[in-house]
């Protein structure tokens, strides 16, 4: 079946402590995205990678690092910069570049600093 | 100002009967597009629903159907005869320009839908 895994589904974390969120898609989509979901509020757009080996800051990249080696990979780092990490995180991918494109999710990572 | 506004945290429905989520953008990019995600409590995105600025139609997707108001940059989503699987939270999500900025959507804050019986 094609789809998006993001590994693993609950991650604690202490403070100071880098992590890695996994997300591997195999529809064969150029474009990939890492989102933070908060209590209440919507997505927040944190890294989009639109080709491999290439990757911009979305709104809120501070405290994250991305890289973009393959194009079924796109996997995320919270770093001890980010102030707040505790948040479900939400990998996307999409065809391409055009408007029309929808973006199809992963099903969350739950991330925990404890 | 925020560019996706969602009113609504939560609305009740009763089972089959129809209910509108309203949703209200803010752009000047005469090219956008507006989207639907609905998210269940198992925490995934599931893409409802698309709708161009461009398109003359208002699109319609099974039970959903998107009400676009062009000039009060509105774009609802209605859902008919609903039920009780439909139960979830609704992103409604916009996307600027054609080129350059990649397919990057910004999100409202969601609405929570409870159906009942």
């Known amino acids: 079946d094609g789809g998006i895994t993001q590994s693993p589904k609950y991650l604690f974390r202490k403070e100071g402590q880098n992590v890695t969120l996994s997300c591997e898609q195999n529809?064969?989509?150029?474009?990939m995205y890492w989102y933070r979901q908060d209590p209440g509020q919507g997505l927040r757009l944190i890294y989009y990678s639109q080709i491999v080996n290439d990757f911009q800051k979305g709104d809120i990249a501070e405290g994250y690092s991305v890289s973009r080696e393959k194009k079924e990979s796109f996997p995320l780092t919270v770093t001890s910069a980010q102030k707040n990490p505790t948040a479900f995180y939400l990998c996307?991918?999409?065809?391409?570049?055009?408007?029309?494109?929808?973006?199809?999710f992963g099903p969350g990572t739950r991330l925990t600093v404890l | 100002a925020q560019k996706i506004t969602q009113t609504q945290p939560g609305m009740f429905v009763q089972e089959k009967e129809a209910v509108t989520l309203d949703c209200t953008y803010d752009t000047s990019d005469p090219s956008y597009g507006l989207f639907w995600y609905k998210q269940p409590s198992s925490g995934e995105m599931i893409f409802l629903i698309y709708q161009g600025s461009y398109d003359q139609q208002n699109a319609t997707e099974g039970r959903y159907s998107l009400n676009f108001q062009k000039a009060r940059k509105s774009a609802n989503l209605v859902i008919s005869a609903s039920q009780l699987g439909d139960s979830a939270m609704y992103f409604c999500a916009m996307r600027e320009g054609f080129t350059g900025g990649g397919n990057k959507l910004t999100f409202g804050t969601g609405t929570q839908l409870k159906v009942e019986l």
């Open positions: 996307a991918s999409s065809i391409g570049r055009d408007s029309y494109n929808e973006q199809f």
């Open positions: 529809l064969n989509h150029d474009a």
